[in-house]
């Protein structure tokens, strides 16, 4: 066991290797340092980030395990308490469980997010009403998001989301005007599944070799994703 790190460090550690999409090293944190000041907002925020973690390795009931019996204690720190409910939303829309997916999301209070997540807020809603086939409903999300959007990465993921609703309205030539303009986008980090959509948008439309370069692409930029490993299956398909 390391040297002993504050719950605060340790979430921003983490935080940091997911957003440079190195799933497997931000798990690795936590084994690797003894975390202090464990009844804190902090630890909270590290169990949520781990999850996230796990289900863009493709560890969905993993990352839903993670998040049990934390309630509790998330129900003392507000910030704590919406990104649980966030959390679990985004990974029941992900699963199939468009219901449970909603509730979760409308438990979480944009209020108790810092306005430079609200983008985040409304994309999930957007997930979790294309779960549910609301479409027009997943679109108003999408739009509210983008608005919303303050950091880099909230707007090159605010195209993505657009994205997927005209994924789920199949219009693909929509679909794939937007994933194109998010993979040019400035904004690097993680995205495989968008690129991945954007390579499925492209194969849809008959476009078989950029549809190859752009699960190219996921590989490239979001390595350890359980994106990256589907789209290798669906390049090799073409």
């Known amino acids: 066991m390391g040297r002993g790190y504050s719950q605060e460090s340790l979430n921003a550690a983490v935080d940091g290797r997911v957003a440079r999409g190195d799933y497997r090293g931000a798990l690795e944190l936590p084994r690797a340092f003894a975390a202090r000041d464990a009844d804190t907002a902090s630890a909270l925020l590290l169990e949520i980030n781990l999850a996230e973690a796990e289900y863009n390795l493709g560890r969905w009931s993993d990352a839903w395990d993670r998040l049990?019996?934390?309630?509790?204690?998330?129900a003392a720190f507000p910030i704590a308490r919406a990104g649980l409910s966030q959390q679990r939303a985004w990974i029941a829309a992900h699963v199939g469980r468009a219901g449970e997916a909603l509730r979760h999301w409308h438990r979480a209070e944009l209020a108790d997010l810092p306005r430079r997540y609200h983008a985040e807020h409304f994309f999930t809603g957007a997930v979790a009403q294309i779960a549910a086939g609301d479409l027009q409903a997943a679109q108003r999300c999408a739009q509210a998001g983008t608005h919303a959007a303050l950091r880099l990465s909230s707007r090159r993921n605010a195209l993505a989301i657009c994205g997927r609703v005209a994924v789920a309205a199949r219009d693909w030539a929509e679909a794939e005007r937007l994933f194109r303009a998010a993979a040019l986008h400035p904004y690097r980090g993680q995205g495989g599944d968008a690129l991945l959509l954007w390579g499925d948008a492209l194969s849809r439309l008959g476009r078989s070799d950029e549809a190859r370069q752009a699960y190219a692409l996921a590989c490239e930029r979001d390595p350890q994703s359980e994106s990256a490993q589907i789209a290798r299956t669906?390049?090799?398909?073409?």
Request: hydrophobic fraction near 35%.
């Open 68 to 74: 049990r019996r934390l309630d509790p204690l998330a």
């Open 234 to 238: 669906r390049s090799d398909g073409l």
